[in-house]
């Protein structure tokens, strides 16, 4: 591209990406004032009026300590099921395990039963994480009962989808080199992939799955709303008995775990790198 094309592209993207942001504010109905008016501060002021004082006697405090660590359960649990569908996923879905080191690079991989595996299993991987956690737990509802089981089912399938796409990213990054010497000595996919490619993916592999983690105590939040026990139940309950005390309290308890764990989670991945 010369130099007068270059300055034309960039002149024409710069004004597509401008009209998109305009046409996008539009489309939101985005509208400042509706923040900054008279109104809302009013609004504002009372809320935070009737959040204060907040409440802290000891058998609130015990309730929510119960409640946090239901929510951590939830949390971890989900994160579980998830790194135990993403890795298969991500195996399948890798070409340097799928294909072997010598297609790894390929535009144009073999054809046969490891094309088929490889497909389906980046279709599965997609539609895992297309749907949001909240509509997985809402489908599993009609499953199960209400409780901590739809929550940790919805988890682990959309968390597991996002999971297998970035394990098989770092799958396929790893050095090519012990691959393809484990193959020149016959070992077979299974062997390849345990020995060879899940070694050198292991540390990034340990830290997506550890903000994840993170990631899923703030979805299992939400899960409240199907009825599962933690966090998010009591910040539901207590709202919608403009308990606004018992709400402050709930959501300085959710902001301090969630510091506690980003903070741990940290400290784990300086140790694997």
């Not at 009013?42 to 006697?57: A, I, N, T």
């Not at 497909?119 to 809402?138: G, Y």
């Not at 209400?146 to 990213?169: D, T």
């Amino acid at each position: 591209m010369q130099g007068g094309d270059r300055t034309t592209f960039r002149w024409v993207a710069g004004a597509l990406a401008v009209a998109a942001v305009g046409a996008a504010f539009v489309g939101a109905e985005f509208d400042v004032g509706r923040l900054t008016g008279a109104k809302a501060a009013h609004g504002g002021g009372m809320f935070l009026k009737e959040c204060w004082p907040p409440r802290h006697d000891a058998e609130f405090l015990s309730l929510l300590a119960g409640a946090t660590l239901d929510t951590l359960s939830v949390a971890f649990l989900g994160t579980l099921l998830a790194v135990a569908i993403g890795i298969p996923l991500a195996a399948m879905s890798s070409r340097n395990v799928i294909y072997g080191a010598r297609f790894a690079g390929a535009d144009t991989p073999p054809a046969g039963t490891a094309r088929a595996v490889f497909v389906a299993s980046r279709t599965f991987t997609a539609a895992f994480r297309s749907v949001p956690e909240v509509v997985w737990a809402l489908l599993f509802v009609k499953a199960a009962p209400l409780g901590a089981l739809p929550a940790i089912l919805a988890i682990g399938v959309a968390y597991g989808g996002l999971i297998g796409k970035v394990f098989s990213e770092q799958m396929e990054d790893v050095a090519p080199s012990p691959v393809a010497a484990l193959e020149a000595v016959g070992a077979g996919r299974v062997r390849t992939f345990a020995w060879g490619v899940l070694p050198q993916a292991f540390g990034p592999m340990a830290s997506y799955a550890a903000y994840r983690f993170e990631c899923a105590v703030r979805a299992s939040v939400l899960m409240g709303f199907v009825g599962a026990k933690g966090l998010g139940f009591e910040l539901q309950v207590s709202y919608g008995d403009f308990l606004f005390g018992e709400v402050f309290t709930e959501t300085a308890f959710l902001i301090v775990l969630v510091i506690l764990i980003e903070w741990a989670s940290d400290a784990m991945r300086r140790r694997i790198a």
